[in-house]
């Protein structure tokens, strides 16, 4: 067993062992799951999982790469890298990661829910979507909302001890993330407009920017949306009506699922228990998922 995946197993035992709790970290250091109280799993099943679990279930370099973040990725495969930080009008200060190529045409990508600037190269340069624009020759950035792992900051509140950090949704992140990140892009390339990908809550919260502040339509000249979701009337997921209960139950202003998911990773009733839920909450398909590369998934 090599180093490495000692560290990781004995890392996701004890984000295990602090899921109850918080864990109070500015740096981009991983994060324990948060549960309700009483929602914790079982020690056994912490205890059952191990570095064992994890190198006969992934391969050794999907290990490696779960590890990394998202500069470390471009760094690993050779990409430049650039982080570049961002306030907001209501003050929150978010990151954005850019595979620079000055002078070419910008290209802004943005996440959907719990995800992350890594989504866009997480699955390496023959996959991602964030190299391929760039081996295409644009201008990459990768966005990142407030309050994921890299955004988790303001400049009068502490995300971890002031629950008016947390009070947002997606329309904040349509209102003001992405004007803010646009016109970072905008006045570092120097381009007049950019492009436009977004994922998920990251078309939802374009809807929110294109209709609320009209004035940045002038500013985009093309927006692909992938997996776009505007209205949920129709949506049939169990699990979907159960948010407004779960934010009752765990209290507005509450931080949910910090970064990481790796507690799924403890051991073979986690990673069953984790992918049964997001089935019933995603629509179950096995043949698209790649579970080779679920550490990393998870990991974002």
Not at 165 to 194: C, M, N, R
Request: aromatic fraction near 10%.
């Amino acid at each position: 067993m090599s180093k490495r995946f000692g560290q990781l197993s004995r890392r996701l035992r004890h984000d295990a062992r602090l899921r109850a709790g918080r864990s109070c970290c500015n740096d981009d250091r991983e994060l324990p799951l948060a549960l309700p109280a009483g929602a914790a799993l079982p020690e056994s099943a912490v205890d059952s999982g191990g570095a064992g679990f994890l190198e006969d279930h992934f391969p050794a370099s999907v290990l490696e790469e779960a590890e990394l973040s998202t500069l470390q990725l471009l760094a690993r495969h050779s990409y430049p890298g650039e982080l570049h930080a961002v306030t907001t009008e209501d003050k929150y200060v978010l990151q954005m990661h850019r595979i620079a190529r000055p002078g070419a045409s910008p290209v802004l990508l943005m996440h959907g829910l719990l995800d992350s600037s890594a989504t866009w190269i997480m699955m390496g340069p023959h996959s991602g979507l964030g190299y391929f624009l760039y081996d295409a020759g644009y201008d990459v950035w990768l966005g990142n909302a407030r309050g994921n792992r890299y955004s988790r900051a303001h400049v009068e509140l502490n995300p971890n001890t002031d629950k008016a950090y947390w009070s947002f949704s997606w329309h904040e992140i349509g209102y003001y993330d992405l004007p803010a990140l646009i016109d970072a892009v905008l006045a570092k390339t120097g381009y007049q407009k950019l492009s436009y990908f977004g994922h998920s809550q990251g078309t939802t919260s374009f809807f929110v920017m294109a209709s609320t502040r009209p004035e940045y339509n002038a500013k985009i000249h093309v927006m692909s949306a992938l997996a776009p979701v505007a209205y949920m009337g129709n949506v049939e997921s169990p699990l979907v009506g159960l948010g407004h209960r779960l934010l009752k139950a765990v209290g507005e202003g509450q931080e949910l699922l910090p970064h990481s998911l790796n507690s799924c990773l403890l051991s073979e009733r986690t990673l069953q228990t984790c992918q049964y839920y997001m089935w019933k909450l995603l629509g179950k398909n096995p043949a698209e998922f790649n579970e080779a590369s679920s550490a990393i998934i998870r990991s974002i």
